[in-house]
C-alpha cells in the first residue's frame, strides 16, 4: 500500500486499475476525451475564423449568406436636446439602438418612439443607448426634442436625441443607414416627411448589424429579437467568464485526478476530486443565480453553427442533469472506501462530467465570444 492510500480492506493499490474487469477502463477512460475533444476542436476552428473574418469587418462563419462585410455608420456631428455636440465617436464603446422620427408627424412615430421607451426599460443593466434621429431637424430644435423626450419619460443618459444640418441628417439616414427619408414641402406639417419605421442596431464599433421592424403588422416577434440581440451585446456583468472558469477548472481538476489515482496517489486523487466537486457546485449556484437574473440568452447564429450549438446545449443540459446522482453516488462510494464499487460508477462518471465541463467552456465560447457580433 502506499502512504497515502486510505486503511481499508478493500486496498485500492493492490491491483492496478487496468487489469481489473472485462472491459478495460483506461480504454474506456480514453474514449471519455473524444467527445469534448471533437466540441472544442469545432468551437476552436469557429473561432478563428470568426477572428480572421471579423478583421475584415464580417462573421459570416457557418451563416451561408456569403461574406458580406458589416457596414460602418459614418462619422457625423450633431447636436444633442441638451444642447452638446455628439458625433460617431461619443458613441463608440456601446452598443446603441437608432430610431428614426420627427415631433410633429401625425402617423407612426408615437408608436416608434413609444416603443422605444419600452426597450429603455427592457434593456436596463445593460450599457446599450438609445438614439432618436429627427427626420425633421428644420422644425425639431433641441429644445422641441427636448419636450418630446419628456413626454416619453426618456432618460437623459441612455437615450439621446439629435439633430443638426438637414442635409447631414439626410446624408446619414440614407447613406449610413440605408433607409429613406424623403420631405414634401406642400404636404401638411404632420405628413411632410416620410421615414422608415425601422430601428437599427449597432455595435461597440459603429457597425450596422441589423434592422428591427415595429410595425407589428409587417414583423411580429422583430422587438423581441431585438432585445435578445442588444441584451447579449450590451451586458455589462462578468459572471458567464466566471462560469466558463469554472467549467473549465473543474474539466482541468478531473484530469489531474485521474491522473493522480493512475500513480496510486488516492489522497491526492480524493482532494482533488472533491475540490472539482466544489467547482461544479459554485458553477450550479452561479449559472441559476445568472439565469434568474437575465433570463435565457438568445443564440444569433443560423444554420450549421446553430445546429452545433443546440447539439452542444442539449446534450450539457441533459448530462448535467445525470450528473448529479452519478456524482453525489461516486463520492460517497470513495469516502466509505467501497473502492470496487467506486471505480465502477467512476468509469461512467468521469466521461459524463469532463463533457459537461468541457462543453460549458463551448457554449461559452459559441454564445459569447465568436456569435456576440453576428447581425
Ligand atoms: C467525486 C469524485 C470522484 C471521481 C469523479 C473519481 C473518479 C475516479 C476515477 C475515474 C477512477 C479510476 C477508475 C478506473 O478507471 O479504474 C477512480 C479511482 C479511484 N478513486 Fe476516485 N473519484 C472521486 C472521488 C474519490 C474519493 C473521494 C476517493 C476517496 C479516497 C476516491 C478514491 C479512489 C480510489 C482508491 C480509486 C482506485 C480504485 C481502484 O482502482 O479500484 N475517489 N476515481
Redesign the pocket.
Known sequence: MTPD??STTND??S????S?GALS??R??AHAFVAPAVALLLTAGAWIDSNRRSAEGRNDFFLGKGAVPLPVIADFSLTERSGRPVSLASLRGRPWIAGFAFTRCGGPCPKLTGEMRKLQDSLAGTDVSLVTFTVDPEFDTPRVLSEYADQFGADKERWLFLTGDERAVKKLVSESFFLPMEKDPNARPSERITHSTKLALVDREGRLLNYFETDDRLEADGLDRLVKRARLLGRTTCMPEVNAALNATSGLL?LV??AL??RGR??Q??RT??T??AVSVAFLACYVTYHAQFGSVHFPGEGGARALYLGILITHVGLAFLLVPL?AT??VL??K?S??R??RV??L??PV?LYVSSTGVAVYLLLYRIYSGVP
Open positions: 492510500a486510505p485500492p493499490t491491483a492496478p486499475p487496468a481489473r477502463p483506461r474506456s477512460l478531473l485526478g485521474l489515482v493512475r488516492v489522497a486523487h480524493k476530486m472533491l472539482a466537486l456524482a461516486t463520492s470513495g469516502l472506501g473502492f470496487e467506486h471505480a467512476a468509469r462518471t468521469f462530467w
